[in-house]
């Protein structure tokens, strides 16, 4: 059964430094999402990209965060310079239809901020 | 935006026994999905059930749009059906995809 992989499943990173998770979305799909979730706290959105550009993005989604597919295949999210709030589950998703259809969540990647 | 809310926010059974988890949305759907999130973190995906019924072993899953809310049964529970269950629901305008409620904590004892 196809699968949303994401790397790395556990980053440790100290305050101020660049992040980059990696997200490979199911293989026909076109619209991909990504999610935070902070411990304890339910699962939020962060961001939906579609044609190569985001189609929205939260209030969390500030100047620090980015997303890009590069080549096709990957789907990324770079944090500029992470903060201690930014330590986090980040789940990526995608899906084949825009809006109906399941959605595909990756396993996550726990980020740690020191 | 839409509102989701789950009931109840926590959950205590012994092995065996069974549960109904509920969950209220604020505005039509045509997404809906229930998810079990692991010790690890992880969200396993348990149902894609935007209308009617669907059963999967011990667990089942009803949702009723025209009254906006969506059951998540659990039979027979074991142990390792302890977790946090989301509910989480998708509108027509379709560009967050999801909105998750704040989740069932579920614990199982032997």
């Given at each position: ?32 999402y ?14 939906s ?6 189609s929205e ?58 | ?110």
């Amino acid at each position: 059964e196809p699968e949303v992989t994401q790397t790395p499943s556990h980053q440790v990173t100290q305050m101020g430094q660049e992040v980059i998770l990696r997200c490979v979305p199911i293989s026909n799909h076109l619209y991909f999402y990504w999610y935070r979730q902070i411990l304890g706290q339910k699962v939020e959105f962060l961001v939906s990209f579609y044609n190569n550009e985001i189609s929205e993005k939260s209030e969390i989604f500030d100047d620090q965060f980015s997303v890009e597919r590069p080549d096709g295949s990957n789907f990324t999210l770079k944090i500029r310079s992470t903060k201690l709030e930014d330590s986090a589950m980040y789940f990526c998703a995608s899906r084949g239809q825009f809006n109906t259809g399941e959605l595909f969540f990756g396993e996550g990647s726990r980020l740690t901020v020191l | 935006g839409i509102q989701v809310e789950q009931s109840p926010p926590d959950l205590i059974l012994q092995e065996g026994a069974n549960s109904t988890l509920r969950c209220n949305f604020s505005d039509s759907v045509n997404n809906l999905q229930w998810f079990h999130q692991n010790p690890w973190g992880q969200l396993i995906n348990l149902f894609y059930i935007p209308s009617g019924t669907k059963q999967n072993g011990r667990l089942s899953a009803t949702t009723v749009a025209t009254e906006r809310y969506s059951l998540l049964y659990i039979s027979s529970s074991q142990t390792t059906d302890s977790g946090v269950y989301f509910c989480a629901v998708g509108t027509n305008t379709g560009r967050r995809a999801l909105t998750f409620g704040s989740g069932t904590r579920l614990q199982v004892q032997p």
